[in-house]
């Protein structure tokens, strides 16, 4: 499974309209990201692995109860194999940036 694949496995469930880049759609609840590859384990002048710095941008409604939502969203990072997000509060947007490891053709 690609990265773009497992961070949409693990939002959708949570919050359904979740895509890579920008969102043109027209929900007031909605989550895009941004996918930082970096080669790792090096062999013969070729990645064999990436480690992949991912930025979740979950934007809400100002009113909008976080913490169920936030804790659903890290616990299904968490079982798609992503580290423990910095989580970063803004009005109407939350910013989660973790990372995945994943092998290194076909990454994201």
């Not at 890579?20 to 590859?37: L, M, Q, R």
């Not at 509060?89 to 990372?99: C, N």
């Amino acid at each position: 499974m690609t990265i773009n694949e497992r961070v949409r496995a693990a939002v959708t469930p949570v919050i359904p309209d979740c895509v890579p880049g920008e969102y043109t759609g027209g929900s007031e609840t909605y989550a895009t990201f941004d996918v930082i590859e970096t080669p790792d384990v090096m062999a013969e002048g070729t990645a064999h692995a990436v480690v992949a710095t991912v930025i979740l941008h979950w934007y809400r409604p100002k009113n909008t109860k976080v913490e169920p939502v936030r804790s659903q969203l890290v616990q299904n990072l968490l079982l798609q194999g992503a580290t423990y997000p910095t989580i970063t509060h803004g009005a109407e947007e939350i910013l989660l940036e973790f990372e995945m490891e994943a092998e290194a053709v076909g990454a994201v």
